[in-house]
């Protein structure tokens, strides 16, 4: 039974769906008032995630007399859409609407899962960040613990365009380096529940709406959509924007007093010029996560990131040899200075190294994903050349671990062709176990020794 109190957030709802009718290929809306049934009939149920959740009629903030049923979820719980039950309806261009709030934001937090718990890739938010691990980290947003936020994802089949908003506003940008943002075999879309890898990215909360598009919205449907939910809370809205606005003019240009603030710049070391466009990323030292990342203008670049942290920042350019170096944030309010010095490009290393199972020729998932930027790599680089080089562990027979090391190279080869890399651009050989990276003393060890290295030399002319 729907309570009569509900009929306004329903109606609201409804109206917002039957503005764009005259344009909709089809939708399915959760309100959760029939539990985990869509409001439209036929459409596929949602399925529990982890912990069973509770439906809670939760009165509306600011409002007199108006509730709305929600769907509350334990840490590390969620809901499933299936794609399958839904005939493929997410096979192609799609769009992700929710309404939701989680209790905790310290950390990463997922929101999406497109590969069923397989993989650490998918939409996260991190400090108010909205984040696809591990390819793309937006704005800051008004994403707080504890207060609902309209988040919406949508990736276009033809451009392979993923696009991020929160609250109406488009927060991230960028192209799927290949199917990371589409779901895999599995067919199924996850909520709220962490991968089984890191196993601790998520957090308890609750949802009020989900609603998923087989097309991909505009952003000023977008903007009425999110106007139509806040619309019964324009106070609460009101304080966010506030507090936002706040934050973006903060003294000495800081969004975040409780933040450090790293600033640095990257230069030549040859004439000490700076580097403009180097790609700079950070990660945490502890567990390699990537906590943001940016580019350089006229050489400077500048990350607020959290107190009491140790972390990486690289920067690469083109023509430059790659660097890293390490940093700790101290304390609050802090600023953290650091200077990169780039030399130019040697290759005399690797520039990519792709790993493999025990005695196995076959690409995994995150193999497959670090091929995707070599191929982004050296689609710009077009006055270089690839040259892989194989290797075993020295588990087995030297003959077949030869021939396995070949088999490897030519597994790699193969994908870099099938993204658009002319085949006569790569050179490869296998070398079996002659030339380790490590000694294989243990099964860890051996581990790293099963591998292909991508290396890079100039084309001659």
């Not at 196993?199 to 000023?220: C, F, K, Q, W």
């Not at 706040?246 to 580097?275: F, W």
């Not at 140790?310 to 600023?335: L, M, V, W």
């Amino acid at each position: 039974m729907i309570c009569i109190k509900d009929v306004k957030w329903i109606f609201l709802i409804l109206f917002n769906l039957s503005c764009v009718a005259a344009f909709s290929q089809s939708q399915w809306t959760y309100d959760f008032n029939n539990g985990l049934i869509p409001i439209e009939s036929g459409g596929p149920a949602l399925k529990q995630l982890g912990q069973a959740g509770q439906f809670i009629k939760e009165k509306i903030p600011n409002s007199d007399d108006l509730s709305r049923t929600i769907y509350q979820f334990e840490k590390n719980s969620g809901l499933q859409f299936s794609n399958t039950e839904a005939k493929g309806f997410l096979n192609k261009s799609f769009t992700i609407e929710i309404y939701f709030k989680l209790s905790e934001l310290d950390s990463w937090k997922r929101v999406l899962d497109f590969k069923n718990r397989k993989s650490d890739y998918g939409s996260y938010i991190y400090d108010g960040k909205l984040n696809f691990y591990d390819f793309a980290i937006g704005e800051k947003a008004p994403v707080r613990a504890n207060q609902y936020v309209h988040y919406v994802y949508s990736r276009d089949f033809e451009t392979k365009i993923i696009k991020m908003y929160i609250n109406g506003q488009s927060k991230l940008e960028f192209k799927d380096p290949g199917t990371e943002g589409i779901l895999d075999a599995d067919q199924v879309l996850n909520f709220f529940q962490d991968d089984l890898i890191a196993n601790h990215e998520a957090s308890a909360g609750a949802v009020a709406l989900i609603r998923v598009y087989d097309r991909v919205m505009t952003p000023v449907f977008i903007r009425r959509s999110y106007q139509t939910i806040s619309r019964l809370n324009k106070e609460q809205v009101a304080k966010e924007e506030k507090e936002e606005e706040t934050e973006e003019t903060a003294p000495s240009g800081r969004k975040n007093s409780n933040m450090a603030v790293v600033t640095g710049r990257i230069y030549d070391g040859r004439n000490l010029k700076p580097v403009n466009d180097a790609e700079v990323s950070v990660r945490k030292s502890n567990n390699d996560s990537l906590v943001a990342q940016t580019k350089t203008v006229n050489g400077a670049y500048n990350f607020e990131l959290r107190p009491f942290e140790s972390y990486r920042i690289s920067a690469q350019a083109d023509g430059f040899e790659p660097r890293s170096i390490g940093i700790k944030t101290t304390n609050r309010h802090e600023e953290v200075k650091s200077l990169i010095s780039l030399a130019p490009e040697t290759y005399t290393h690797p520039l990519s190294t792709v790993y493999f199972s025990q005695s196995n020729e076959t690409l995994e998932g995150a193999a497959a994903t670090r091929l995707d930027s070599v191929v982004a790599y050296f689609e710009k680089r077009t006055d270089l050349k690839i040259m892989l080089k194989g290797h075993t562990d020295n588990t087995g027979d030297f003959s077949k671990n030869l021939e396995l090391s070949n088999q490897r190279v030519l597994a790699v080869k193969n994908y870099l062709t099938g993204k658009g890399i002319p085949e006569n651009r790569i050179e490869g050989s296998g070398y079996g176990s002659t030339q380790p990276s490590r000694l294989n003393k243990s099964e860890t060890l051996k581990q790293s020794n099963r591998r292909v290295d991508i290396w890079a030399e100039p084309v001659k002319r």
